[in-house]
C-alpha cells in the first residue's frame, strides 16, 4: 500500500476515534501522551541527518562552483514567496470580508521565546561542543556549524577526503534510518490526527470562526491548486505541476496533522529524493533552509486572522494603514521564527498583537480572540509551509548551471 493512502487511512482512523469512541481521562491522557512522543520520533533523525548531509552538499556545491548561486537563490525564493502568499491571504480576506467573532475572555497563554531570543548567541557559543546537544526546536546553530565544515572540507582533498567520506557514509546511512522511520508514519499520524480532532470538537462555538475557515481553506486550495502549479510550469513546461504537487501529497499531509516544520522534514528529505529525483546537495542545503525560514504559509494564515482581530475589534472597515501595517510585519515576523517549528502562527499572532498594542491600547491579548482555533490556524500554516519548502527546493533544482 503506498505511503500516502496508509496516513489517509490513519488520519481517517484518529478522526473518527475522536468523534465516536468515548475516552475516560486517563484514556485521553495516553493518547495524548502517545501523540507527543509520536511527534518525537518523527523528530528523531532530522538534527543529525541535516548535520552530515549539509557538510557534504556544501563541500559539493563548492566544489561545481554552484555554492553562491544555490544558497542565494534560495534565500531569494523564500523572501518571494513569503511575500507573495502574504498578499494573497490579505486579498482573499479583504475579498471574503468574514464576520466580526464576537469578543469573548480567554486565557492568556504564557509564551516562552527564549529560544528566538537567543537564537543568534546559540550559534556561536562559547563551547563548539554545546551546538551538538542544544535544543531540539533550534536547528540553526546546527545548521551554520555543518555548512562552515563543508565549506572547509573543500579546500584540502588530501587532509579533508577522510572526513568527507566518513560525513558522506553517516549521511547515506542515516538517510536509510529516515525511510525507516517515515515508514511507520500512519502510525504517528494516527495519535496526532485523534489529538487535533478532539481538540476541534472541544471548541465551544466552532460555528463563530466559520468565516476565517472558510477564508483558511479557500486561500490554501488558491495555492496548492493554482499559484503553485502556475510557478511550476512557468519553470517547467514538459512536467505536469499536478504529479509533481501529488508527489509531496504525504508530506503536506504529515504537515497538516501535526503542525511541526521538523516533523515533516523528515518525510519531506524523503520525498525530494524519491518522488522529486531532486539531488542531495541541493535537498540537503534548501529543505532545512526553508524549514526554518521559509514560512510563507505561516505569514499568510498571520495576515488572514491578525485582519480577522483587527475587523472584530471595531465596527469599522479595514483602513489602508492597517494592511500595509499587517502586510509588513507579517513578513518581518516570520524570518524570526526559525526555532518555532510547532507553534509558529500561534508565536506571530502574539507578537503581533504585542506590537500593535503599543500603538492601540487594548490589543495587547486581541490574539486570545481566536485561540480556540489555534489547531486548525498552524495545521493550516504548516501545510503551506511544507509545499512552500517543496516549491523552492524544485525551484532551485532547476536553476539552469552557468556556463
Known amino acids: 500500500m503506498k505511503l500516502w493512502i496508509s496516513s489517509v487511512l490513519a488520519i481517517l482512523a484518529g478522526t473518527l476515534a475522536a468523534l465516536f469512541i468515548p475516552f475516560g481521562e486517563t484514556g485521553q491522557g495516553i493518547l495524548i501522551k502517545y501523540s507527543d512522543l509520536a511527534i518525537n520520533i518523527g523528530r528523531y533523525i532530522v538534527f543529525p541527518l541535516v548535520f552530515f548531509s549539509l557538510s557534504i552538499a556544501v563541500c559539493k556545491l563548492r566544489r561545481q562552483n554552484h555554492l553562491a548561486r544555490t544558497t542565494l537563490f534560495s534565500f531569494i525564493y523564500i523572501v518571494g514567496t513569503t511575500v507573495l502568499l502574504v498578499i494573497i491571504g490579505i486579498i482573499v480576506t479583504l ?25 543568534l548567541m546559540k550559534i556561536f557559543p562559547q563551547n563548539m561542543f554545546t551546538v551538538l546537544t542544544g535544543s531540539g526546536n533550534v536547528l540553526l546553530p546546527l545548521y551554520v556549524l555543518s555548512f562552515s565544515l563543508g565549506f572547509i572540507i573543500y ?25 525507516a522511520i517515515t515508514r511507520i508514519t500512519p502510525i504517528l499520524l494516527l495519535g496526532l490526527s485523534f489529538r487535533m480532532v478532539k481538540s476541534i470538537k472541544e471548541i465551544p462555538d466552532l ?12 486561500t490554501s486550495l488558491l495555492v496548492l491548486l493554482i499559484i503553485y502549479p502556475f510557478i511550476l510550469f512557468l519553470t517547467d513546461k514538459n512536467n505536469n505541476p499536478f504529479k509533481t504537487l501529488y508527489a509531496v501529497l504525504t508530506p503536506l499531509l ?8 521538523f516533523f515533516s522534514l523528515s518525510m519531506m528529505s524523503r520525498a525530494g529524493k524519491e518522488n522529486l529525483k531532486i539531488s542531495r546537495k541541493t535537498a540537503a542545503l534548501t529543505l532545512p533552509l526553508s524549514a526554518m525560514f521559509g514560512k510563507a504559509g505561516t505569514a499568510m494564515v498571520t495576515s488572514i486572522a491578525f485582519l480577522t482581530i483587527l475587523k472584530s475589534y471595531s465596527s469599522l472597515e479595514i483602513t489602508l494603514y492597517q494592511i500595509i501595517w499587517v502586510t509588513l510585519f507579517s513578513i518581518l515576523v516570520s524570518f524570526t521564527l526559525a526555532s518555532i517549528p510547532s507553534l509558529g502562527a500561534y508565536t506571530a499572532l502574539y507578537i503581533l498583537s504585542s506590537i500593535y498594542s503599543r500603538s492601540h491600547t487594548g490589543h495587547m491579548d486581541s490574539y486570545l480572540l481566536i485561540k480556540p482555533i489555534f489547531p486548525i490556524l498552524i495545521g493550516f500554516a504548516v501545510m503551506i509551509d511544507v509545499a512552500t519548502s517543496a516549491l523552492i527546493t524544485i525551484l532551485v533544482s532547476r536553476l539552469k548551471p552557468k556556463k
Do not use: C, H, W
Request: negative net charge; aromatic residues 8%.
Open 95 to 119: 475579498t471574503i470580508s468574514p464576520a466580526r467573532i464576537p469578543l469573548i475572555v480567554e486565557t492568556q497563554t504564557v509564551f516562552n521565546l527564549t529560544d528566538q531570543s537567543n537564537t
Open 207 to 218: 460555528s463563530m470562526f466559520r468565516d476565517l475557515i472558510i477564508i483558511l481553506i479557500a
Open 254 to 261: 504529515t504537515g497538516l496533522i501535526s503542525g511541526d516544520s
Open 155 to 179: 579546500k584540502d582533498r588530501e587532509i579533508s577526503e577522510p572526513t568527507f567520506n566518513l560525513f558522506d557514509s553517516l549521511s547515506r546511512i542515516l538517510y536509510d534510518l529516515n525511510i
